[in-house]
């Protein structure tokens, strides 16, 4: 198990979320960073998609109440077990009473603790993770609190390596096809959306400046501040369906992405839409950081989709490999 000693709000259970649901109003939640929960629990052994804890709020201390093999992914946080320096993308084991310590990210701003045998809360719709709006899900369906203790699953693979197995940085393995940001600037690939055609003039403009996330920005979606870009006319439209990467554009004029909590529907117009490989660089995006997005095609977005996946693979066929050895060993 694993006691939380000293969280901060916004600190939550995730998995890869539970779609769906949102035929009857259910947002899908989920690791803001997808890449980063899988390729955790792959390296300490998880099915992919098992929970753990996203952290976004900082410092964060926990205390573990028995061997734990544990790696951190996402933001490096300077993290410390009992005062020793780790390093993110890489296993480690706690033994018990050894306490946790992260502090705020040296970039990016989302960490994820990926424990052996995943976090064990009840599921909730096929999935552990937390809907903070719904009040369901996770610890709870609350953010985490210094006294809670949260338990573990079933450990597989007790002879699993306990530390040095590690990955590559997704940044630096797939740097040819996510650039650094540039200035300061980060670049997100979009694909113009339903309405992109109806803002005229200021379709361009939308590519063309800059944008910032705003202190108005959660799970939900970011709001982008910047100057207002509206349609060309009023719009009246229905409400439709949106999922998470939807850029839809309110009467005030500055853009909301929909992120892990998304709106199930909406009818503010779509004006572009985040490619989906794009999606965890943007989980990773602060408040504050400034976007330019970068308009894409089907097919550029399918190759970044595929390398994406090569990366994937790579670390699954590893973790299979580790699982293969253990069993001939046995």
Known sequence: MIEIVHTGPFNTVQDLGRPGYRNIGVTASGAMDSLALKIGNMIVGNDEGAAAVEIQTFPFRARFSGRVVFALTGADCGATLDGVELLPWCTYAAEMGQVLDLAQPRAATRAYLCAQGGVDVPSVMGSRSTSLRGGFGGNAGRSLAAGDVIGLGEIVDAAWPKDGLAVIDPGLALSEMFPPSSDGLLPIRALPAGEHELFGADAERFWEQTWKISAQ???????????????????????????????????????????????????????????????????????????????????????????????????????QMVKRALKAMA
């Open 217 to 319: 920005s959660d799970r939900t979606g970011y709001r982008l501040s910047g100057d207002p870009i509206k349609p060309t006319a009023p719009v009246e439209m229905r409400s439709h369906g949106v999922v998470p990467g939807v850029i839809q554009v309110p009467p005030s004029g500055e853009p909301i992405v929909q992120m892990s909590d998304a709106n199930t529907a909406g009818g503010y117009p779509k004006i572009a839409g985040v490619i989906e490989a794009d999606l965890w660089r943007l989980g990773q995006a602060r408040i504050g950081s400034r976007l330019q997005f970068v308009r894409t095609t089907h097919s550029e977005a399918l190759a970044v989709e595929k390398a994406v996946a090569g990366y994937v693979e790579d670390v699954r066929n590893t973790s």
